[in-house]
Nanobody
């Protein structure tokens, strides 16, 4: 599975941004696609996920209400919609896929940088 994350950039506090993760290759082996982020000096954080076939979503409580995950099956693309962005949301955001419900994430995209600053 190949993953291409995009959509990052500079946004002012309170603004919105939509990240995309386009999947190609053996997407028939994907059970779940997750979004993660990494900020300098912190461990990688799990943001949320969506199941590839059913579209069941989960967003970590910390971001529930501000972040939404959705998908476009026709485009093999998953989105991370981020609203009311804060400077603390500045990070490199990654998407990754897991082949099983309880499996680890084995394929990763290259990451896209989101900078929230005035």
């Amino acid at each position: 599975v190949q993953l291409q994350a995009s959509g990052g950039g500079l946004v002012r506090p309170g603004g919105s941004l939509r990240l995309s993760c386009a999947a190609s290759g053996r997407t028939d082996r994907v059970y779940r696609l997750g979004w993660f982020r990494r900020t300098p000096g912190k461990d990688r954080e799990f943001v949320g996920s969506i199941t590839w076939s059913r579209g069941d979503t989960y967003v970590v409580t910390s971001w529930k209400g501000r972040f939404t995950i959705s998908r476009d099956n026709a485009k093999n693309t998953v989105y991370l919609e981020m609203n009311s962005l804060k400077p603390d949301d500045t990070a490199v955001y990654y998407c990754a896929t897991a082949p099983q419900a309880d499996g680890f994430y084995d394929y990763w995209g290259q990451g896209t940088l989101v900078t929230v600053s005035s």
